[in-house]
């Protein structure tokens, strides 16, 4: 059974830093390509980025430059880390096996001004 535990959301201020973490079970986070998405408060999805197999990360032109995704293979974690933060990143934060309707909890992040 494929389950994916986000954590490492929070308050933070604008120009600051958080470190999201996907931990997964059920499947290896190497083998399969990763993505994180997030869930304004206008109730728009979008597509952060994604990490592929072979290791090469995607971003989203709103977040490039910022945002790094990577894993760590023998925590079979997938993490975000997030820079120079603004308050249009506020949203909840969720992973997701891609291409699949498997997803964590989701982990908010609100970014004050």
């Known amino acids: 059974q494929v389950q994916l535990v986000e954590s490492g959301g929070g308050l933070v201020q604008t120009g600051g830093s958080l470190r999201l973490s996907c931990a997964a079970s059920g499947i290896r986070i190497s083998a399969n390509t990763m993505a994180w998405y997030r869930h304004t408060p206008g109730n728009q999805r979008e597509l952060v980025g994604s990490?592929?197999?072979?290791?090469?990360?995607t971003y989203a032109d709103s977040v490039k430059g910022r945002f790094t995704i990577y894993r760590d293979n023998t925590q079979n974690t997938m993490y975000l880390q997030m820079n120079n933060l603004k308050p249009d990143d506020t949203a909840v934060y969720y992973c997701?096996?891609?291409?699949?309707?498997?997803w964590g909890q989701g982990t908010q992040v609100t970014v004050s001004s």
């Open positions: 990490l592929t197999s072979g290791g090469a990360p």
């Open positions: 997701n096996l891609q291409f699949s309707n498997y």
